[in-house]
Nanobody
Framework: QVQLVESGGGLVQAGGSLRLSCATSRSISSINVMGWYRQAPGKQREFVAAISSGGRETYADSVKGRFTISKDNAKNTVYLQMNSLKPEDTAVYYC??????????????WGQGTQVTVSS
């Protein structure tokens, strides 16, 4: 089992920045992939960014160049730095953890979500 707790959401004006944090109950080094997803009202949840255990980063095209995912293994925390925010970034942001053998039993875990609202 992996518990995930997000924080850092809030209200910001367009062009502003926010940093989301996701604290995990399990050592990040034993999690295959940590990621961020978001869900806007009336829309499906979509991928935002991910970072592998080896440090490889991937991003959705819509956030490339504006968002940066990072992790602190010592703190078992993953971050999402969001710059140049746009109103269309408004959504509930969810942290995700993917565990596969040999790191552990297969599992896909989600946090409770944190609201990000970008005003125009």
């Amino acid at each position: 089992q992996v518990q995930l707790v997000e924080s850092g959401g809030g209200l910001v004006q367009a062009g502003g920045s926010l940093r989301l944090s996701c604290a995990t109950s399990r050592s990040i080094s034993s999690i295959n992939v940590m990621g961020w997803y978001r869900q806007a009202p009336g829309k499906q949840r979509e991928f935002v960014a991910a970072i592998s255990s080896g440090g490889r980063e991937t991003y959705a095209d819509s956030v490339k160049g504006r968002f940066t995912i990072s992790k602190d293994n010592a703190k078992n925390t993953v971050y999402l730095q969001m710059n140049s925010l746009k109103p269309e970034d408004t959504a509930v942001y969810y942290c995700n953890a993917v565990v596969r053998p040999p790191f552990g039993r297969t599992g896909d875990y989600w946090g409770q979500g944190t609201q990000v609202t970008v005003s125009s």
